[in-house]
Structures are given as C-alpha cells and as structure tokens.
C-alpha cells in the first residue's frame, strides 16, 4: 500500500480536496430544478424543500457527528460520509419518483453530517497554530470554488447527456474520493487524541462540560459564552449568504428586472471572489485580531449591497457589487473558524464544531423562510438590504464576544494572535 500521508500541506490539500467535493452535492441539485420538475410533475417550491431536507438532516445529527469524531478519530467518519453522500446522489440518478428522489437527497444530507467535524478535527491536527488560519483558509476557499463550478458542470453534462448522466457522474466523484482519502489519508487526528493525556482531559473545561453523562454532553458546551455566540454568529451569517445564494437570481428578476443570466453571474462572482479572498484572509488571521477581521469585513460587505441598491443597479454594477461583497465574506471566513478551533481542546474539536455548525444549518433553513418571505412581501432590493443586515447583526454580535473576550480570561485560548 502507498505511504500515507501525514504532512501539514499534504493533509490540508486532502481535506479541501473533500471540502470542493461536499460543495459539489450541496449545490447540485437546483440548477436541476426545472427539468426535474417536469420530470416528477411537481412544482420548483417543492423541489427546493429538498435543499431543507439536507439542512434538516444535518440539525438533527451534526452534534452526534461532532462527538463521534472525538471518540474515534475524524479520518472514517470523513471516508464514510463523502461514500454516503456521492452514493446518495448517484441514487438520485437512478430514480424516476418523487419520494425516492426526496429520500435519497434526505440521505445525503445524513452522509454531509460528519464532515465539516471531521475536516476540522483532521486541520487542527495537521499543523500548528501559527498556520492555522492558512489551512482553514484553504479548507473553506475550496468549498466556495466547488459552489462556482458546479452549476456549469451539471449543466454541461445535462446538456451532453441528460440529468441522470449529471446526478450519477457527480455522485461518482465523490464515492472515488472517499476510496482516495481512505488509502492515502493518515489518521492524524486519532493520533492527536491518543497522545492526550488522560489526566489533562480529565481536568479540562471541555472535557468536563462535554462528559456531563447524557447522551449528548457535547450540548453543555453551549453554556460557554464564547460558543453560544458563535452559534448565534453562525445563525446570522449563513442567513446572510444563503439569502444570496438561494434568491440572487429571483432579486435580480423581481427587484431590479434583469435577466436571470445577470442573477447567475453575480451569484457566480460572488462565489469565485469569496474563495479568492478566504485565502487572503487565512494569511490575515495568522497575524491580526480574528474579531476586529470579522467586523470590518462583515460591516464592509453589508455597506457593499446597502450603497449597490441605493445608488441604483445596472446589470453590470449588480455582478461588480456582489463580487466586491464576497471581499468582505472571504476574509471573515478563517477568522470565524479561528476563533472556534481555539475554544476546543484536541480531544474536543470535533464537538466544538458539530456544535457551532449546527448554528449554520439553523441558518440554512431560516434563510429561505426569512428572505423569501421579505421578498414577497417587498421586492428583491428590500431582500438585499435585509441580506446586508444580518451581516451587520452578525458583525454587532462578534463586537460583544470580543468585549467579552477582552474582560475575561479564557483558560489555554488564545483566539487572535494580534490581540
């Protein structure tokens, strides 16, 4: 068998590598949506509760995911949910049914549990904490990259063949790359955990507070004031871009009346700057404040859009305006994942970012509720303005944690280098 790899670089490429891949199944569906639904015989609205199914799928189980990659290691829990969820969606190829489509796209979202713990688990232990921001960075850019080319990739092969092709070949993907990552990735993170020492765990906060006797102790983390923050942050900035992400194309329509293909474009420039400035901002978080990072950047993509829609949108400022708003994201990115690695120990990080993420898929399914309704009630430039404004709300809540992170002394954490 091939030598395994172990190496900081080596693992971070995997890791990301599973990250673009987990991206590819989030968003490969909707651009499938209007076939699909003459397909079934079904309307666009009740295919897009299969997007809710995936978030719902994930709320109900990313804690236990959280706390299995802390029993067992991260590695098979990550092999395991990129076989789940690329099986799934090749199952989704197969059938011609309604139901059996919503169950599979059900199951995937049971197979997307585990990976966004195990991916941290496995990061935190490939390296140190002064590159720490610079393999999250990579880790989440690769995520953004994996939403901008998935579109054109099921709808090239759509095209070439025909939906079942586009489903099954994307699946494909990602049951190879679990066959990848379980030859070639080294189980850094069982290996972290095993050199622990049981008497340090015994006496950490985390340990004391995730051990608490039920069957999902991990929940007591939440008492922490610095993680039930970051789950609220988590909240508040998933509403933020999933509002763009799932509603830019009917905002360009409805509030501004472009052409879809403008909504698309946006969207797409938004997804490919995101990634581009996450790497910018790993580099940053290495050396500055992680919460000052958060704030400018959330505050500036909020004031972005706010000035976009009121100095008016052309079809060409509409794409320029939400490019330059995934400046603001890119950068905050790594910053917010810096700040919730350090509040875990290595035997807790798989928990602390089951628990935080569970905060992401809350936002997940909120943003199509909130948003759409907002858009019905108003039109699509009332729908940005409120986008901009869960910014906003989200950069106001990380300003308090870093009040209270700078009156209070957190034991072992140090969130930002340049504090």
Do not use: C
Not at 81 to 110: C, K, N, P, Q, R
Not at 312 to 338: E, F, K, N, Q, Y
């Amino acid at each position: 068998m091939s030598q395994q790899v172990e190496n900081e670089f080596g693992v971070t490429s995997f890791i990301s590598g599973g990250h673009f891949v987990s991206h590819l199944f989030l968003l490969a569906f909707p651009p499938l949506f209007p076939l699909l639904a003459h397909e079934f015989h079904v309307s666009v609205t009740s295919l897009g509760v299969s997007i809710s199914l995936i978030y719902l799928a994930q709320f109900l189980l990313q804690i236990p995911a959280g706390e299995l990659v802390d029993r067992v290691g991260a590695k098979w829990p990550l092999v395991g949910a990129l076989f789940v969820t690329g099986g799934s969606v090749i199952l989704t190829g197969f059938t011609d049914s309604y139901l059996w489509f919503m169950g599979f796209v059900f199951l995937s979202g049971i197979g997307q549990v585990s990976i966004h713990p195990a991916d941290y688990a496995l990061l935190d232990a490939a390296g140190g904490e002064s590159t720490e921001g610079k393999r999250f960075s990579a880790h989440t850019s690769a995520g953004f990259v994996g939403f901008a080319v998935v579109p054109v990739v099921v709808s090239s092969l759509t095209g070439l063949y025909n939906w079942h092709v586009a489903l099954i070949a994307i699946g494909a993907i990602g049951v190879v790359y679990a066959g990848v990552l379980a030859i070639w990735l080294a189980p850094v993170h069982r290996t972290q955990l095993a050199s622990i020492d049981s008497s340090s765990k015994a006496d950490s906060d985390d340990a004391k507070e995730s051990e608490s006797g039920s069957r999902f102790g991990s929940v007591g983390l939440l008492k922490r004031p610095l993680i039930a923050g970051m789950f609220g942050f988590f909240v508040l900035n998933t509403i933020g871009i999933s509002g763009l992400e799932t509603y830019t194309t009917s905002i360009a329509a409805s509030g501004f009346g472009f052409l879809t293909s403008t909504g698309n474009t946006a969207l797409t420039a938004f997804f490919a700057v995101t990634a581009v400035f996450t790497l910018v901002g790993g580099w940053l978080a290495d050396r500055y404040n992680v919460f000052r990072l958060i704030e400018v950047g959330l505050v500036g993509s909020a004031l972005v859009l706010w000035v976009g829609i009121a100095l008016g949108l052309t079809p060409v400022s509409m794409i320029v305006v939400w490019g330059v708003a995934g400046v603001g994201i890119g950068v905050a990115l790594p910053a917010r994942d810096r700040i919730t690695n350090s509040l875990s120990s290595g035997s807790s990080t798989g928990a602390s970012f089951g628990i935080v993420y569970t905060g992401l898929t809350v936002g997940g399914v909120l943003a199509p509720v909130v948003i759409g309704r907002i858009i019905e009630s108003a039109d699509g430039v009332v729908g940005t303005a409120a986008v901009g404004a869960s910014f906003l709300f989200a950069a106001a809540l990380v300003y308090v944690l870093f009040v209270y992170h700078r009156s209070h002394t957190v034991s072992g954490a140090q969130p930002s280098p340049g504090d």
